[in-house]
Structures are given as structure tokens and as C-alpha cells.
């Protein structure tokens, strides 16, 4: 009889030990939990202060990235967001530290999971941020020539660099990230593959006249013509 | 090598067909006008391909037949390659380096395409440097009245508002200077940017005029030369000189921040009417630019101009091209946002002056609408109408400015 109590009753105390042991480590997690907060809250402050000193608003204006958070529809400060960012990725941190505390297994590895990924994150937006203002650039440069040298539709070639610009930077950033690799790169192939397909074609039929008139330009009697004109071309300098 | 007196600079590429005839004038020049100077010509070549150099050097002129009796002094000449960014400037910079290894009192550059080169034209450079005591000698041509828009729409407008000094043609090409203005130049540092280039030219005049040399411009007749090279076209062009200009306000803004109004400069030489070739030019298609611009880079457009000026310029795009005037004071205000937007580095300063392109192709084509039915006085008496709405607008730089 004194056995099967014992049989009944061990459970109940190896849960209350269990209990009893895990509630420091819930603790540490809880105080963690609570101390990461306002850390946070701290450093974000401290780096609003910073952004403020340095001028980083005005730098941002002038380096056109206020622009591109504009595009993105965020209409808040560059400092505001940059703190913003600082905060929650504190938050996260402390997070996944206090879960750390709880020394369950399976969270360990979660844990240990995440703080291998955060570099390959973080490539990940660097590649997204230098390509997204890379591709501005290239598609401004792109529009800008384009209306120079007296082209009827500079603003469909200018975005249709930057979407291919885009295509390949979100592929990049997708294969950093190892997000499905396999489908990543095979979807890349069939889009960026289809693009160049497509204006390919579009070109090529927007371009027939072109052609034609490239062709004609180089016959040798219209050479002569040239030749023979009198009047010369005004001189920009 | 042994000190010199005179050097004069020919920057070459690919010239072969007419720098013979340009190395005969300045021969002619210097053994007419010169005699008792120790002379060298010096050819900057960049690595031409049709024996330019070659001609250099085998290029001879008959003094007798020229001359009838006079003395005839060798004209030492060595054409070498140069170093750097290849262009004008690089060229130009070795032969600053010449005058100051060889201590010469004075200099002057002719190009290597020119067609209407006399041996005048080395008198008229080099006479006021050694004679007078300038030290920088711009040069001043007749000029159809649609030749040189960049000069006469923004370059001469802007560096007379500026620095108040009356230069007509800044951007020229053919220079006289002292040794004391080379060793000036050979000293700075500015051989890796656009100076290098086709900014050579303004970037010679405006820091001869802002750093207070003895500045004149002396009459040269008309300038014929062969075709501008067609890769360096318009777009090019613009963003060497204006880069360069727009740089130099930049860092002269503390000499010219106060100064309003302008003033002659001395000028040399015999004033002549000359017969000049008739030029062609398209408006229609400039102004096809001017409406692609209109409506492609109206967001550029905004950032640099905001939206008082963009809305004169739409409002100026609806006109019928016959109807169409890019008006001065709209202009002015144009180029002085550009400026500013510049100097606050509102975007790249490449994609900055690549998008004035179409602006300017649209105050081109007013222009030459206006001035089609116009004597040559005419047209420069609209240029210098330009100059005063520049001069009276000054204000409204300087303020925007800080």
C-alpha cells in the first residue's frame, strides 16, 4: 500500500521540484524581460539625443534617404525611425535572452538559431537598403539620358531598369536569407528571364522605324547628301 | 634643357589634317613678332593614332616667301604625351609643368583643329603678357549669333554676375598667360575632376579673374575649326563646364558674395566685321527635349527649381512653338536654383546638371526663334540684356544661398 502511494505521490513531487527549480530561471527571464525594456527605452533615448546633436535629419535629407522613406510611406523622421529600429531590434535581443534564461532545450536551440540568422539578416537589409538606393540612382541616370538623347518613352525604360534592379535585389536578399534558395533563384530565372523576353520584343517592334532609319543613315548616297550640305551645326562651347 | 622665353602649347588628338597649318601660323607668329625671344612650340598629344606628332615635328614653313628679307631663327618644337584623364586639361597641365621647368615669361595655347589660325593671332596673345604686364589674356572672336550657346546662356552671363569682370568668351579655347599664372595653376589641385576635361577652359578664367591676376581679352577675328568631336556631345559638355563653374562658385563664394555690377576689361586688338558661315540649327527638336524634360523629369525639376519657377516653366511648355519664349528673368532664376541646389547638394551633381540639358535647350530654342530675323548686334544686344537680368537678379542668389 505504502508503495502505491509512493507510485501516486512521486509524480506530484518530481512536478513540484520541477517547479520549484524552474522558477528561478522564470524569474531571471521576467527580470531580463523587464530590465531589456527599459534598457532599451534608455539606449533608444540616448540615440535620438545623438541623432539630434548630429544634425542626422538635415544629413538624411541631403543624402535623399528621407526621399526614400517618403516612398515607402513612412512619413516619420529619419532619426524617429532609426531609433525605432535600434528599439525593437533591443527588444527582440532582450527577448530572446530572457528566453534564454528559461534553459529549455528546445528554446535554447531556437534561441542559438536566431543569433546565427542575425548576420544573414542583417546582409540581408544591408543588400535590400545599398540596392534599393542603387537602383534610384541607376533609373534617374537611366531617365535623365534617356529625355537628353530624345527618347519618347525615357519613363517606361527608366522603370523598367529599376524593376529589374529590384527583381535582382530581392532575389539577392531572399538567397542571403536562404528563404527557400532553390525556389528563389528558379522564380528569379523565370521573371528576370521574362522581362528581358519582354522588352526584348517590345524594343524590337518599337524599333523597327528606328532601324529602318539607322540603316537608310548609312547608305553611301545619304553620306553624300551629308557631305554636300553648306551649313555647319552651331557650336555649344 | 635651357630657359625659355616664349612657349606655345598645342593640345592635340588626332589633328593630323589640320595642325600643320596650326604649327606653321604660330611658327610665322613667333619669328614675325618675336624675333629676338628664345621660342619653343610644344604639342600635348593624347595618344594620337593618325601621326599627329609626326606632323609636329616635319611641319616647315618658307620665311623667305613669307617674310621676303628677314631673319630666320630656328622655332625649336617637341610634341610629347601626355599624363592623366585624358582631355584638354591634362594636356594643359603638361604644359603648365613646361613653362615652369623652363622658366618662361610667357605662354599661350592655340587648338589643333583651327582652321583660321594667323600669325597674328600669336601677337595678339603673347603681346599683352610681355608688353603689358597681364598675366591672362582670354580670347575674343566673332562668332555667328547661334554659335556658343553654353557660353552665351549661362557660362558669360554667370562669371560677369559673379566676379563682375566682362570676359565674352570664358570658354574660348585659345589663351595667353604669364609664367607667374602657369606656376599658379600647375599648383593646384584639381587634375583629377572635370578640369581635366573640357572645364579647363572656365576654370583658366575664373581663377585668373577671382584670384586677382591682371585679366585682359584681346580681338582674334573669327574662329573656324574643324567639327567637335561627335562623342563629346551636348550632355558632356554642359556637365565638364558647368560642373566646373558651379564648383568654382562654390569655393569663390567669400570674392563674389559682394560684389554687384560689372566692368570692362582691357581689350586688344583691331575690332572688324567678318563674313561668317551660316549655321544650322534645329529648335524644333530642342524643343521636343525641352517637352520630354517637361514631362518626364518634372519630380527632378521640382526638388531643384520648387514649385514657383516649375509652374512658369509649364506654363511656357503649353505655348505653341511658334508662340514659345523662354523668358530672361525665368531663366535667370533657373540657373541660380541650379546653383543653389548645387551647393545644397540636393542630388548627384552629375544627374543635377545632365537634367539642365532640357532647361537649357528650351531658352536655345527661344533664342533662335527670337533671333532669327536679327543682325549680329541684334542677337548680342539680347545677350547682353540676359547679363543685366543676371546682374539685377544677384540678389536673389546670395539670399537662397545660405
Known amino acids: ?237 | 634643357m635651357e630657359n625659355t622665353d616664349i612657349i606655345v602649347g598645342i593640345a592635340s588628338y588626332n589633328n593630323a589634317k589640320t595642325i600643320g597649318h596650326v604649327v606653321k601660323a604660330v611658327g610665322a607668329g613667333l619669328a614675325k613678332y618675336f624675333p629676338d625671344k628664345r621660342a619653343l612650340i610644344v604639342n600635348s598629344d593624347g595618344g594620337s593614332k593618325d601621326g599627329t606628332p609626326d606632323i609636329v615635328r616635319s611641319a616647315t614653313l618658307d620665311h623667305a616667301a613669307i617674310f621676303l628679307s628677314h631673319p630666320v631663327y630656328p622655332i625649336h618644337r617637341i610634341s610629347m604625351p601626355y599624363i592623366g584623364i585624358p582631355g584638354k586639361g591634362s594636356a594643359f597641365r603638361a604644359l603648365f609643368r613646361q613653362a615652369v621647368d623652363l622658366n618662361a615669361e610667357a605662354c599661350c595655347v592655340v587648338d589643333a583643329d583651327l582652321r583660321s589660325i594667323t600669325p597674328e593671332w600669336i601677337e595678339l596673345l603673347l603681346s599683352p603678357v610681355i608688353k603689358n604686364g597681364f598675366d591672362f589674356v582670354a580670347p575674343f572672336y566673332s562668332r555667328h549669333k547661334f554659335d556658343g550657346t553654353i557660353t552665351n546662356s549661362i557660362v558669360y552671363p554667370l562669371t560677369r554676375t559673379l566676379y563682375g569682370r566682362r570676359v565674352r568668351q570664358p570658354i574660348g579655347g585659345e589663351f595667353g598667360y604669364s609664367g607667374k599664372m602657369a606656376e599658379f595653376y600647375l599648383s593646384q589641385d584639381v587634375w583629377e575632376s572635370h578640369v581635366a576635361r573640357f572645364g579647363i577652359d572656365i576654370w583658366m578664367t575664373t581663377e585668373a579673374i577671382a584670384n586677382d591676376f591682371k585679366v585682359c581679352q584681346t580681338f582674334l577675328g573669327a574662329k573656324i575649326h574643324d567639327p567637335k568631336d561627335p562623342g563629346s556631345d551636348l550632355s558632356d559638355m554642359l556637365l565638364q563646364v558647368v560642373s566646373t563653374l558651379f564648383n568654382l562658385t562654390e569655393r569663390h563664394y567669400d570674392k563674389w558674395k559682394d560684389e554687384r555690377g560689372s566692368s570692362d576689361v582691357p581689350t586688344f586688338g583691331f575690332r572688324y566685321h567678318v563674313g561668317l558661315e551660316s549655321v544650322k540649327v534645329n529648335a524644333e527638336k530642342m524643343l521636343g527635349i525641352f517637352r520630354a524634360g517637361l514631362k518626364d523629369l518634372r519630380h527632378i525639376w521640382l526638388d531643384i527649381m520648387g514649385p514657383g519657377d516649375l509652374g512658369e516653366i509649364e506654363r511656357i511648355g503649353r505655348l505653341s512653338n511658334g508662340e514659345f519664349r523662354f523668358p530672361a528673368g525665368l531663366w535667370v532664376n533657373v540657373v541660380y536654383d541650379f546653383v543653389v541646389a548645387y551647393h545644397r547638394k540636393v542630388m548627384s551633381p552629375e544627374h543635377l546638371i545632365r537634367s539642365l540639358v532640357p532647361l537649357y535647350l528650351g531658352k536655345t530654342a527661344s533664342f533662335v526663334i527670337e533671333a532669327e530675323n536679327m543682325e549680329q548686334e541684334g542677337a548680342e544686344a539680347e545677350i547682353e540684356r540676359l547679363c543685366l537680368e543676371f546682374e539685377n537678379k544677384k540678389d536673389y542668389l546670395v539670399t537662397n544661398w545660405k
Open chain 1, 1 to 237: 500500500m505504502e508503495n502505491f502511494m509512493d507510485l501516486l505521490l512521486q509524480p506530484l513531487r518530481d512536478f513540484g521540484l520541477t517547479i520549484f527549480e524552474f522558477i528561478p530561471n522564470l524569474l531571471a527571464m521576467l527580470i531580463i524581460f523587464i530590465a531589456g525594456f527599459f534598457l532599451s527605452r534608455l539606449i533608444k533615448m540616448f540615440f535620438l539625443r545623438v541623432f539630434r546633436v548630429i544634425n542626422f535629419d538635415s544629413w538624411c535629407d541631403k543624402a535623399g534617404l528621407t526621399a526614400i522613406i517618403r516612398k515607402g510611406d513612412v512619413w516619420s523622421r529619419p532619426s524617429d525611425v532609426s531609433g525605432g529600429i535600434i528599439y525593437w531590434f533591443l527588444i527582440i535581443m532582450f527577448l530572446m535572452i530572457g528566453l534564454n534564461a528559461l534553459q529549455l532545450e528546445t528554446i535554447d536551440n531556437l534561441t542559438a538559431q536566431f543569433f546565427l540568422y542575425i548576420p544573414r539578416a542583417f546582409s540581408a537589409l544591408v543588400i535590400l537598403i545599398a540596392g534599393y538606393i542603387l537602383a534610384g540612382f541607376i533609373s534617374r541616370a537611366v531617365l535623365i539620358t534617356a529625355v537628353n538623347s530624345g527618347y519618347h518613352y525615357a519613363k517606361i525604360l527608366a522603370e523598367a531598369v529599376r524593376l529589374l534592379l529590384i527583381v535582382l535585389i530581392l532575389a539577392m536578399a531572399l538567397e542571403q536569407l536562404q528563404i527557400a534558395p532553390g525556389i528563389v533563384i528558379a522564380a528569379f530565372s523565370i521573371v528576370f528571364g521574362g522581362i528581358i523576353l519582354a522588352l526584348a520584343i517590345a524594343f524590337g517592334i518599337g524599333g523597327i522605324d528606328a532601324a529602318k532609319g539607322i540603316i537608310k543613315g548609312s547608305e553611301p548616297e545619304h553620306k553624300d547628301e551629308k557631305k554636300n550640305e553648306k551649313e555647319r551645326e552651331a557650336e555649344y562651347l
